[in-house]
């Protein structure tokens, strides 16, 4: 078992910035895949990006690049999320997600953590 949890949400003003991080605790998993989704009122849960264990590998959904970056701290099983430029369509549920392969795909994720709100106001 991977027990994930998340923090760093908040409320912010649009162009501002945020940073997330993701904690994982139990089993060692240094094979995983880690990303991060978000999930707004009314709407699917969608990847934002995703990172290797190692760091060498990263995908961005479109709508953040450049704006987001995702990092890996191995040593202490974290992973960070930050977020520059905030615009109000990133207000969404943020939620750090392990699973055993690379993809964007949500159903292949194993482990999840229970979500940090993120609020951009105009």
């Known amino acids: 078992q991977v027990q994930l949890v998340e923090s760093g949400g908040g409320l912010v003003q649009a162009g501002c910035s945020l940073r997330l991080s993701c904690v994982a605790s139990?089993?060692?998993?240094?094979?995983?895949?880690m990303g991060w989704f978000r999930q707004g009122p009314g709407q699917e849960r969608e990847f934002v990006v995703g990172?290797?264990?190692?760091?060498?590998?990263?995908d961005y959904a479109d709508s953040v690049k450049g704006r987001f970056t995702i990092s890996s701290d191995n040593a202490n099983n974290k992973v960070y999320l930050q977020m520059n430029s905030l615009k109000p369509e990133d207000t969404a549920v943020y939620y750090c997600?392990?699973?055993?392969?690379?993809?964007?795909?949500?159903?292949?994720?194993?482990?999840w953590g229970r979500g940090t709100q993120v609020t951009v106001s105009s």
């Open positions: 997600a392990a699973g055993p392969q690379r993809t964007v795909d949500v159903p292949q994720y194993v482990y």
């Open positions: 139990g089993r060692t998993f240094g094979w995983y895949y």
């Open positions: 990172i290797s264990w190692r760091g060498r590998i990263t």
